[in-house]
């Protein structure tokens, strides 16, 4: 499956975006989609999976409540909505796919064997 990510930019803190992961190739059908984000000079960090069958979600816990996951069956897209950005937010941004995730693994970026390109969010003060 390929991964396309997109809606990235420069907004001023407080401001919102949502990025979007598109899969071409293949349907995310009995996929984990999750996002992760980097940081320059930092590694890449968790933000949150979903599991496309049912919906079920699972959240970095410094990031719940101003972000939230969801999907569009019909368009085969994840969307990551992301509210009162900080400048601590900037990064960028990949969506991540694999068909055999356990639980455990959500957050380990290893477990993934797809990758989009990544985004860019750049937050300012």
């Known amino acids: 499956v390929q991964l396309q990510a997109s809606g990235g930019g420069l907004v001023q803190a407080g401001a919102s975006l949502r990025l979007s992961c598109v899969a071409s190739?293949?349907?995310?059908?009995?996929?984990?989609i999750a996002w992760f984000r980097q940081a320059p000079g930092k590694e890449r960090e968790f933000v949150v999976n979903i599991k496309w069958a049912g919906g079920t979600t699972t959240y970095a816990d410094s990031l719940k409540g101003r972000f939230t996951i969801s999907r569009d069956i019909a368009k085969n897209t994840v969307f990551l909505q992301m509210n009162s950005l900080k400048p601590e937010d900037t990064a960028v941004y990949y969506c991540a796919a694999d068909s055999r995730i356990i639980h455990s693994s959500i957050g380990v970026a290893s477990s993934y064997d797809y990758w989009g390109q990544g985004t860019l969010v750049t937050v300012s003060s």
């Open positions: 190739g293949r349907t995310f059908r009995g996929y984990n």
